[in-house]
T-cell receptor
Framework: QKEVEQDPGPLSVPEGAIVSLNCTYS??????FMWYRQYSRKGPELLMY????GNKEDGRFTAQVDKSSKYISLFIRDSQPSDSATYLC???????????FGEGTQLTVNP | GAVVSQHPSRVICKSGTSVKIECRSL??????MFWYRQFPKQSLMLMAT?????????EQGVEKDKFLINHASLTLSTLTVTSAHPEDSSFYIC?????????????FGPGTRLTVT
């Protein structure tokens, strides 16, 4: 069993739709949760970072963590064609430990 | 802030030759840098962690004699793929941790696409 599971998609939505991206993890020691966005042939860029259960909002993006279910989500409101990219969840146990990435979900937002 | 660069952005080499990839933190000091490999439509796989002034720590299954890592300064780490073979063709991405920030966040470079013919 992979430590982090993420549906690779692809996911295709119309412009303006609400997008929901999800990851599950198996190790309850994971404490820090991140979402990265990766455009084609580019390095990942950090979108959201959280270390507690609950919601964290930043503009059109909301990260949600449910530690009891070992489930994390990223919601994108009013999706735009420029949001088309691969979204990777990443998790780590402690503040200094290595990141474990999900497989990434490829998202296309159609104008 | 927190910009990481990689050079070259893409490289094509012949089988059996060695290739060096540079990773630089441009506006911060990085005590720790990470090297990842990413195959098409797959996630990032950590290859090794390098700390300035000490030997790199390699992940299980990564040959340290094939993937030489040097972290010579607080702003530069290099990955040398020795005796490259076609199966080494991949997207190599580095990341760096900002020593001063205290957040342990990793900032990623733009990646280097290696093609071995």
């Amino acid at each position: 069993q992979k430590e982090v599971e993420q549906d690779p998609g692809p996911l295709s939505v119309p412009e303006g739709a609400i997008v929901s991206l999800n990851c599950t993890y198996s190790n309850s020691a994971f404490q820090y949760f991140m979402w990265y966005r990766q455009y084609s042939r580019k390095g990942p860029e950090l979108l959201m970072y959280t270390y507690s259960s609950g919601n964290k909002e930043d503009g059109r993006f909301t990260a949600q963590v449910d530690k009891s279910s070992k489930y994390i989500s990223l919601f994108i409101r009013d999706s735009q064609p420029s949001d088309s990219a691969t979204y990777l969840c990443a998790i780590r146990e402690t503040s200094g430990s290595r990141l474990t990435f999900g497989e990434g979900t490829q998202l296309t937002v159609n104008p | 802030g927190a910009v990481v660069s990689q050079h070259p952005s893409r490289v094509i080499c012949k089988s059996g030759t060695s290739v060096k990839i540079e990773c630089r933190s441009l506006d911060f000091q990085a005590t720790t840098m990470f090297w990842y490999r990413q195959f098409p439509k797959q996630s990032l796989m950590l290859m090794a962690t390098s700390n300035e002034g000490s030997k790199a720590t390699y992940e299980q299954g990564v040959e340290k004699d094939k993937f030489l890592i040097n972290h010579a300064s607080l702003t530069l780490s290099t990955l040398t793929v020795t005796s490259a073979h076609p199966e080494d063709s991949s997207f190599y991405i580095c990341s760096a941790r900002d020593r001063a920030s205290g957040t342990y966040e990793q900032y990623f470079g733009p990646g280097t696409r290696l093609t071995v013919t």
